[in-house]
């Protein structure tokens, strides 16, 4: 979903066929009026529309073939429950994401934007007369939306010009997610085994690795690169590789001393800058002409070679730079941990993605959310009745097994008998009998305890949590067992997921889901009981 990845287009299209080509197999089409395509990318096509129900300006955002690269498609999920979570006026704002026709079977998805005009990369590429006014503002905002991400202890990760979109009105919101984190904290470094930042907008300690320690002053690194271009009109460090990029930097900022060099994370990459003769930094009025002696101490603050000498966000946006524009005051915003962000943790297959995208989606479609509410809390019941030490459970689980298949219902995956250990004493009579039993052990299901400490969000990671393991477990979609809704009836369906819920508590070790001190959920919900 990233700006980038979509180049601004401006091409009319028919009113009459737009909505049944852009909106081909998605029933909400008709609640908005296409009027033109304003981007085309490597995900997919970007039209501006009137919402017929607000009358709104919006942007659509058609993301097609989701699930071709389960990396691409992680990286969409990530991005649609950030900014779900991330609200603030410098951010971003998705208002709607259409249903799916089916949740089993879905390919795209539309998301519904507000609309922004351009972006920052368009902006100064455009425009050589921007005042030293445009200059502030810019980054006052940029700085003020990045405080907000930083509180809410996120790391962006990629910021650049045209992850920046912007109005007429200069008014700049920061966008692209899909290379966010949420972070520990300052003083927890975060390591990430990924991509990060394209190259002329990567702090110098991640230069020329995809992985290593770093905290929120990797996103202040790229504001100042950010900033220096809006006082430039082109790049600070465009290199073409990593050592053209040290190159420019330390041909600027001067070599660094010995600590922070060995702070860098590639090797290749410290040997260099300790080869580099004694070099120093560049008066930066000779870089920057003509511009505000404040905002050229601000910038070299921001362009500290030594991570941890950069200011945080909100430390520069009190910088007398910003004296007449108004104080950002304390945002005391809720940290958003990492057990929001339990799918980071794990690989995980098409269908896991598809099964917590939907759940992203539910969120806009309260009436729909309730209904799955209600099936996750029947999950959630059988989850908490059953733990690894429940004879019957584990009976239940190899009568089903044994039987399943001839009563033509779905069969969990062969070989659980054996992995329970269990005594074929306990199922010879039901063997015998060759049909699968009228009457299965009862299994005695409770109504969970839904309260504060138990939210709708937690109890639907749960169920994500549930269905990956479940659908591992007995080698059968969720859906195609229990329907699109989860409403689960019949003693068989009963007896597999009650067995499920115990194969589920056995592996919690293993998995990584589960606290084994506390056996809880890492979300808070306790699964055994």
């Not at 990029?245 to 260099?272: M, W, Y």
């Amino acid at each position: 979903m990233a700006a980038a990845d979509v180049q601004p287009v401006r091409d009319n299209i028919s009113t009459e066929d737009a909505p049944s080509s852009f909106f081909h197999g998605c029933s909400e089409g008709k609640r908005f009026t296409v009027q033109e395509v304003i981007g085309k990318g490597s995900y997919g096509t970007v039209c501006a529309a009137i919402d017929n129900a607000t009358g709104e300006k919006v942007a659509i955002k058609r993301i097609q073939n989701v699930f071709d690269n389960v990396a691409d498609a992680t990286r969409i999920l990530r991005e649609i429950k950030l900014l779900r979570i991330l609200k603030h006026p410098d951010v971003v704002d998705i208002k709607h994401i259409m249903l799916p026709p089916d949740p089993r079977t879905f390919k795209d998805i539309f998301v519904v934007f507000e609309l922004m005009e351009s972006d920052l990369h368009t902006v100064i590429g455009a425009n050589d007369d921007l005042t030293a006014d445009h200059h502030k503002v810019f980054l006052y905002q940029l700085l003020r939306g990045l405080a907000f991400i930083h509180e809410t202890g996120v790391l962006h990760r990629d910021l650049k010009p045209k992850n920046i979109l912007a109005n007429s009105n200069c008014k700049l919101k920061i966008c692209d997610f899909g290379l966010a984190r949420p972070f520990l904290g300052e003083e927890t470094p975060t390591a990430w085994t990924d991509y990060v930042a394209t190259r002329w907008y990567r702090a110098p300690e991640l230069l020329g690795c995809f992985y290593g320690h770093y905290s929120q002053a990797v996103d202040i690194w790229s504001i100042g690169c950010i900033f220096a271009e809006t006082l430039l009109g082109k790049p600070l460090f465009p290199g073409k590789d990593t050592v053209a990029q040290l190159h420019l930097i330390t041909d600027l900022l001067g070599k660094p001393s010995h600590a922070v060099i060995e702070q860098i994370c590639n090797q290749k990459a410290r040997n260099f800058l300790h080869a580099l003769p004694p070099k120093p930094a560049r008066p930066f009025e000779n870089k920057f002409r003509n511009s505000d002696r404040l905002a050229l101490d601000l910038i070299h603050q921001l362009l500290s070679f030594d991570a941890a000498s950069r200011p945080s966000a909100t430390q520069a946006l009190k910088h007398p730079y910003f004296q007449g524009l108004p104080e950002v005051s304390a945002m005391n915003c809720p940290l958003i941990g990492r057990s929001q962000f339990e799918f980071e943790m794990h690989k995980l297959t098409e269908l896991d993605v598809r099964n917590l995208i939907y759940l992203e989606v539910l969120n806009y479609h309260p009436n729909m959310q309730a209904q799955y509410q209600a099936s996750t809390c029947r999950l959630a019941a059988l989850n908490s009745q059953f733990d690894n030490n429940n004879e019957d459970v584990k009976r239940q689980f190899i009568m089903a097994e044994q039987f399943g298949s001839a009563a033509g219902r779905p069969a969990p995956a062969a070989g659980f008998a054996a992995q329970w250990k269990q005594p074929q004493s306990m199922i010879g009579s039901h063997k015998a009998a060759g049909a699968m039993p009228q009457q299965l052990p009862a299994y005695r299901p409770v109504e969970p305890s839904i309260g504060a400490a138990m939210t709708l969000a937690a109890v639907q990671e749960q169920h994500a949590v549930m269905t990956m393991k479940y659908q591992a477990a007995v080698g059968t979609d969720l859906y195609g067992l229990a329907g699109a809704g989860g409403t689960l009836t019949g003693h068989h369906s009963a007896a597999v997921l009650a067995a499920a819920a115990a194969a589920l508590a056995a592996q919690r070790t293993a998995s990584g889901y589960y606290n084994g001190a506390s056996e809880e959920y890492s979300g808070g919900i306790p699964l055994t009981r």
